[in-house]
């Protein structure tokens, strides 16, 4: 099987494009998916302080003998940290769960404005010390509009991760995000399974003889996302990932990205409340 392609963000740091995503995973069930996903070969791992199973995340890493350098952790601060000492009780906490002494990316998990207003530019303030400390090698926001992104100084985001799936290609930000050098990575990449019955999804899977979840993840890297797509089960986490041996048409990529309909499947950042 083909080696997952590495994308180069901003300041010069590699992310394997294919991850593994955990949100939803329950705590207990999370050392053991992690797991499966190493063993298959996955070595980038996306979790969240919210998502509870740091803990999970990081026996699965210490469990798997690889070196530190030979995997990629992403996590994620929460919205009630943005402010003050919070932060760094946000990262210490994150590291500790993961067993880690430091982050490969860190990010701003919501820009939370409803609920903390322009918290988060005092966060991103933030982030840029640790990134600085060595705490964590990059930086980047998660649901971040091109007008949030506008208030923040200092360092560019290396990434900004967004619910994008066939049915969600937000071409505006996407397009501003590539403008900016900043990398567009695809939460609910899968649309949270519920794209994967789409009939034009099926008829080019049946055409190539691969299912529609393996099509979905091959349009994603062939359009440049980061992608980090979420399974428990054995079986589903191997077929995410055997999407190197074959390519897709530009035609049927076009005709993939033609199936956005603006359908989100989560919060819009804009106006969540959380
Ligand atoms: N930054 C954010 O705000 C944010 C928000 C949401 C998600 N995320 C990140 O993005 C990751 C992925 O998003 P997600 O978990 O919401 O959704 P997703 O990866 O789009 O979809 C996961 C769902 O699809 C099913 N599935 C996975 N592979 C499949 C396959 N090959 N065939 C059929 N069904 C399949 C899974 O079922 P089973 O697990 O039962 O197999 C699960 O129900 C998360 O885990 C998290 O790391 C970030």
Redesign the pocket.
């Known amino acids: 099987m083909a080696a997952v392609p590495n994308v180069t963000l901003n300041d010069g740091v590699e992310i394997p494009q294919l991850g593994f995503?955990?949100?939803?995973?329950p705590a207990d069930d999370t050392q053991r998916a992690v797991e499966e996903a190493l063993a298959i070969g996955y070595r980038h791992i996306?979790?969240?302080a919210i998502?509870g199973n740091e803990e999970g995340v990081g026996r699965a890493l210490a469990a798997s003998g690889l070196k530190r350098d030979e995997y990629f952790v992403t996590t994620?601060l929460w919205n009630n940290q943005h402010l003050g000492d919070q932060a760094v009780i946000g990262i210490n906490a994150s590291l500790e769960k993961l067993a880690l002494d430091h982050l490969d990316l860190y990010?701003i998990?919501?820009p939370a404005v409803v609920k903390y207003g322009d918290a988060y530019i005092q966060a991103w303030d933030a982030l840029q010390g640790f990134q600085f400390d060595g705490l964590t090698r990059s930086i980047g926001v998660?649901?971040f509009n091109i007008e949030h992104l506008n208030k923040l100084t200092g360092t560019v985001p290396s990434i900004n991760?967004?619910?994008l799936?066939p049915t969600l290609t937000q071409p505006g930000l996407t397009a501003e995000l590539a403008r900016r050098g900043i990398v567009a990575e695809?939460?609910?990449?899968?649309?949270?399974?519920e794209d994967?019955t789409n009939p034009e999804l099926v008829s080019i899977a049946a055409e190539i003889g691969k299912?529609?979840?393996?099509i979905v993840i091959r349009w994603h890297i062939q359009i440049g996302n980061v992608v980090?797509?979420?399974?428990?089960?054995p079986s589903?986490?191997a077929?995410?990932f055997d999407v190197f041996d074959f390519e897709l048409t530009p035609e049927q990529v076009a005709a993939i990205t033609a199936l956005n309909k603006d359908y989100r499947?989560?919060a819009d950042p804009a106006t969540a409340d959380f």
């Not at 995503?21 to 995973?25: A, H, N």
């Not at 695809?186 to 399974?193: E, K, N, V």
């Not at 299912?211 to 393996?214: E, G, H, N, R």
């Open positions: 995503g955990t949100f939803q995973i996306d979790t969240a998502y994620k990010l998990h919501w998660s649901n991760q967004i619910e799936h695809a939460w609910s990449p899968l649309g949270r399974g994967l299912t529609p979840a393996q980090i797509p979420k399974s428990v089960t589903r986490i077929e995410n499947t989560g």
